[in-house]
């Protein structure tokens, strides 16, 4: 009789949160569209890279742009790392993209070009682990596979007026049984993404809007009127500010860039040449004395950066750039090599001309 009670309140959870997302979904490009029963594979695959730590509204575009780019598996899998860099320029995190890539080129020579769809086999290609094999397992094949986002996480917490910290690796396997637990017989894709939807339009880290949520009447924290105290905010830790001094050298049209090393932030994509605040300068012979013209804030999750931008010419020949890292390149041409962002910042600042 228990066990009777559970199925039919856990079948009324999921037909109250289908329905409302039937009704109050997003229209998003990576989602199924007409009669198709399942959103295309590919898509899936890129959108749940590029969501991962950025938010829906900021990846809508980068996905447009992508996808004309690199509109199958196989057109990414033969692409050169630069040309992908680039066409996620601007997006950060930039190892997801040399991740996908990597992924990509595995689909091709060990599947045939056939994104798997048993989650199992998604979480030995590059770059997809528990959550992400979940969802492409689910939302493009259909498979019984659960997931666990922040999203996911915030709802489960308030549905069963979980107060713990959900980082504790005990705590995150007891939400990950919980997800599967509530899974439905079918829509198991349209239920996950509905979980995900729900959290991110209603039940929200800060004030959630309870009183119009679909499962208020399944959930506990809702009844106990704790719902906005769970999770407990965390405490954030000190971001460190790392300074940089960047010099934008001229040589008649042209300009000096340099490649940053293959490993750590940024890697491989390219840069005006750039030091530590502390870093003895090394600029090539007979150079302009530099002059500041102005200043570039960026801001990550772990860290902040400052740097302060310098203007100089060098005069006679370009052969200081003599290895394959430092090239001369005009501002146009930069269109061309993917920058981190806050060098796309100081091309503006250049194109401006107003220092």
């Not at 986002?149 to 709802?155: H, L, P, Q, S």
Request: glycine share 6%.
């Amino acid at each position: 009789m228990i066990r009777h009670r559970m199925l039919l309140r856990r079948a009324d959870f999921s037909r109250r949160l289908l329905k409302w997302y039937d009704r109050s979904h997003r229209d998003l490009p990576w989602r199924a569209c007409g009669d198709a029963p399942h959103p295309l594979p590919y898509h899936v695959l890129v959108s749940e890279f590029m969501l991962q730590q950025t938010q829906v509204a900021t990846v809508i575009p980068y996905f447009h742009r992508f996808m004309e780019r690199f509109p199958s598996i196989a057109d990414l899998a033969a692409a050169e790392e630069q040309d992908v860099l680039r066409h996620w320029q601007g997006l950060g995190y930039y190892a997801r993209a040399r991740n996908l890539l990597r992924c990509a080129r595995q689909i091709v020579s060990d599947h045939g070009g056939e994104l798997p769809g048993d989650a199992a086999q998604l979480q030995i290609l590059a770059g997809i682990g528990r959550y992400t094999a979940g969802a492409i397992s689910s939302l493009a094949f259909g498979r019984r596979a659960p997931i666990l986002d922040a999203n996911v996480t915030r709802v489960l917490l308030r549905l069963d007026k979980i107060e713990s910290d959900p980082r504790d690796s005990a705590m995150k396997e007891r939400l990950w049984q919980r997800a599967e637990e509530i899974l439905p017989r079918r829509r198991i894709g349209d239920f996950n993404s509905a979980l995900m939807e729900l959290g991110a339009l209603i039940c929200t880290p800060r004030s959630p809007q309870c009183l119009v949520c679909p499962v208020r009447a399944h959930c506990e924290a809702f009844v106990a009127g704790i719902a906005e105290r769970i999770p407990a905010p965390r405490k954030k830790p000190p971001v460190p500010l790392l300074r940089r001094r960047t010099f934008c050298i001229q040589h008649r049209d042209r300009w000096l860039i340099e490649q940053r090393p293959a490993t750590g932030r940024w890697a491989g994509m390219w840069q005006f040449i750039t030091l530590p605040a502390d870093a003895a300068v090394a600029l090539p012979s007979k150079t302009t004395t530099p002059k500041v013209i102005g200043s570039v804030s960026h801001t990550l999750t772990h860290r902040r950066y400052e740097f302060e931008v310098f203007y100089c010419r060098a005069r006679g020949s370009r052969s200081s750039a003599k290895n394959d890292s430092r090239r001369w390149v005009d501002l146009a041409e930069l269109g061309k090599y993917p920058l981190p962002r806050p060098h796309l910042t100081m091309v503006a600042m250049l194109n401006a001309g107003d220092w």
